[in-house]
């Protein structure tokens, strides 16, 4: 059952992000953007499995579950560029919005 | 141990760790301009001679740096076989002649851009991308190189360059979550982000309880990701303002250098790595088909369509920065064509990656000349319109004489380099006449109209830009006659690279071999053979 609704989840928060990314609005396509990669970073942890109950160290040798200790790595990882990607970004709409003076997208490519 | 012993047990590094220290150090000493051209020029010579130094140990099969002595599928494993290799050469060349061209470019030398840092750290991850051995490594380094470039295409922040960099970057963060999605999917079904574990398993799905039919989707979406970054028509729309607004030295890194890492990661995870006998997922739609085979079929109408919608698109513009990217769009779907007949009939799979690289080769030496040609036209004219520019070849001859050479290769005339792969690329129809003459005269008729649509695009630049009177802009300046030489010689590389095919085409050949020799891939990474 909590594999189920975590599969709910992050479906769920993936059609969050695609609707937000569909927007006409900058910054709601940098959210959308934002929530679909941490949907994407939920979906590598849920594929570690969640049914384990103890970490990799030594000394819990008799449990046999345990979690994957590998896609929690990746995942760090990945928040990380993440971070650096998305503080890019919203440099770059600050940049838009002075240059432009709006951040709806149909207005800043219509004034070619 | 010597120093030549102890650097020679991680050759496999060099390249990376020359290209990070450059960056450091131009970012650290980025207050002096004449501190950071020298350590500029050095770090990328230094480069080259590691390359150089990494060419002399990969012999035969490939060369393995498992980082921190960690064993295979546990660490992170660096391979250096032949396609690697020559990836690597290709990258230093249109380094170098984009660090030389980047030394008289006062708009690109100021003291706030961190220009030069940002080169190198583009070195660093494209180096990164081609060694690795591991999946999300590989991910790793996607995003080395294009937060760099993000930075690079941005680096004036003026309105045009901020408007074109937010469609590439918004569509590349959405590239990488996708990239994301795919590997956890993969990780998932086979339990392995080792790519050459990831081969051993594919090809024994049994002994690993892999369902093998569950692996098409994660794949299907990392041949997303990468015609996305190469560039194919649905995924192109980013690419005309990108290289029209970034400085024409910076457009030439984009389409010489980071474009090819996409193409690059598409012939090692689908040849080397996947393996070839897998069926696609729904068989009763798509018969027997294997999974190489369904993306061969995506790969021929992506790629065709690049060809035919580039050459239009170009014909029509007046920009030549624009005519340019149009043209890249296009030469990029001639670069994947090749591929694509490969994946589609497996006997033609070595020739068509031996095409393959022969374009890539071809079009990253060519392109990158052509767009430091129209930044050098647009430093001294103020202008790329073609319908100010006119008659440069009375004031610019050797600019002229190089770019026509560029035009030549990328078209395809013999003696350029870029005939040949014209020529490999013919074969592989010619051969299937008699079995699939449909098909055949299908594509061949594909192959005409895009190198039809070239010849006319090339013409038409030639004709507007180089010949004719000399137009009132062109008459005011005066070209100087180092920047001619310096495209010069990368022009002429590529002639010697046509006249002297025969000494190419050894290393292309074991290259195209490495590509396709997964056993050797996985014996070199797993058992150290």
């Not at chain 1, 994957?68 to 971070?83: K, N, R, W």
């Not at chain 2, 991910?139 to 590439?168: C, D, K, M, P």
């Not at chain 2, 649905?234 to 030295?249: D, G, K, L, M, R």
């Not at chain 2, 014209?422 to 098909?439: D, G, Q, T, V």
Request: proline share 4%; charged share 5%; with cysteine.
């Amino acid at each position: 059952m909590p594999q189920f609704i975590l599969a709910l989840f992050i479906a769920l928060s993936f059609s969050i992000g695609t609707f937000l990314i569909l927007r006409r609005d900058l910054f709601k396509v940098l959210w959308g953007i934002v929530v679909l990669s941490q949907s994407a970073n939920l979906f590598i942890i849920s594929m570690g499995g969640i049914s384990g109950k103890v970490p990799v160290i030594s000394g819990h040798e008799t449990y046999v579950i345990m979690t994957d200790p590998l896609v929690q790595a990746l995942v760090l990882t990945a928040i990380v560029i993440g971070l650096g990607t998305t503080a890019f970004a919203l440099v770059l709409i600050l940049r838009v919005y002075e240059e432009c003076g709006t951040l709806d997208l149909d207005q800043i490519w219509g004034g070619i | 141990m010597t120093l030549i012993q102890i650097l020679s047990g991680h050759s496999p590094a060099l390249p990376l760790l020359v290209a990070l220290t450059t960056a450091s150090l131009t970012l650290l000493f980025r207050r002096s301009i004449k501190l950071t051209l020298f350590f500029s020029l050095l770090g990328v010579f230094m480069y080259i001679s590691s390359v150089i130094f990494l060419a002399s140990f990969v012999r035969s099969g490939a060369l393995v740096y498992q980082f921190s002595s960690w064993p295979a599928p546990y660490g992170i494993s660096f391979v250096a076989d032949s396609l690697s290799l020559i990836m690597l050469i290709m990258t230093s060349i249109v380094a170098l002649g984009v660090i030389l061209n980047s030394i008289n470019a006062p708009h690109l030398n100021d003291e706030n851009l961190s220009y030069h840092s940002f080169f190198h750290f583009i070195l660093f991850g494209v180096t990164g991308a081609f060694l690795t051995g591991d999946l999300f490594n590989l991910f790793v380094w996607f995003e080395v190189t294009l937060v760099s470039s993000y930075i690079l295409v941005t680096i004036h922040s003026n309105i045009g360059q901020t408007r074109a960099a937010i469609t590439y970057v918004l569509l590349n963060l959405i590239g990488g979550t996708l990239m994301l999605l795919s590997i956890g999917g993969i990780y998932a079904i086979t339990g392995t982000l080792n790519l050459a574990d990831l081969s051993y398993r594919l090809s024994h799905p049994g002994l690993y309880n892999i369902s093998i039919s569950s692996i098409f989707l994660p794949f299907l979406i990392l041949f997303i990701v990468f015609a996305l970054k190469s560039g194919l028509v649905p995924f192109h729309f980013w690419i005309p303002s990108v290289y029209q607004e970034a400085p024409s030295q910076v457009s030439a890194i984009l389409s010489g250098i980071t474009k090819k890492v996409g193409i690059y990661a598409m012939i090692r995870i689908f040849f080397t790595i996947l393996p070839s006998d897998i069926p696609a997922a729904n068989s009763i739609l798509f018969g027997n088909l294997s999974i190489l085979a369904f993306f061969g079929a995506i790969l021929f109408i992506l790629s065709a369509s690049s060809i035919i919608f580039g050459g239009l698109a170009a014909l029509s513009e007046t920009n030549l920065d624009r005519i340019l990217a149009y043209s890249s769009i296009s030469q990029a779907g001639f670069i994947l064509l090749p591929l694509s007949i490969g994946a589609l009939f497996p006997v033609f799979k070595h020739l068509a990656i031996v095409a393959t690289i022969i374009f890539m080769l071809n079009h990253s030496i060519a392109k990158s000349s052509l767009f430091i040609a129209s930044g050098y036209i647009k430093q001294i004219t103020g202008s790329l319109n073609l319908s100010e520019l006119s008659g440069i070849h009375k004031s610019a001859p050797i600019l002229s004489l190089s770019f026509l050479i560029c035009m030549v290769s990328l078209i395809g005339i013999p003696p350029s380099i870029g005939f040949f792969g014209k020529l490999y690329l013919l074969i592989m129809p010619a051969h299937a006449l008699s079995s699939n003459p449909y098909s055949s005269i299908f594509i061949v008729s594909i192959i005409i109209i895009g190198t039809l649509l070239s010849l006319l695009y090339f013409t038409r630049i030639w004709n507007m830009i180089f010949w004719g009177e000399i137009s009132p802009i062109v008459a005011s300046v005066k070209f100087p006659i180092l920047g001619q030489y310096l495209i010069l010689f990368s022009a002429i590389l590529l002639i010697v690279f046509g006249m002297g095919f025969d000494l190419m085409f050894s290393l292309i050949d074991s290259a195209a071999f490495s590509a396709m020799d997964s056993s050797g891939y996985i014996d070199a990474v797993l058992y150290n053979k």
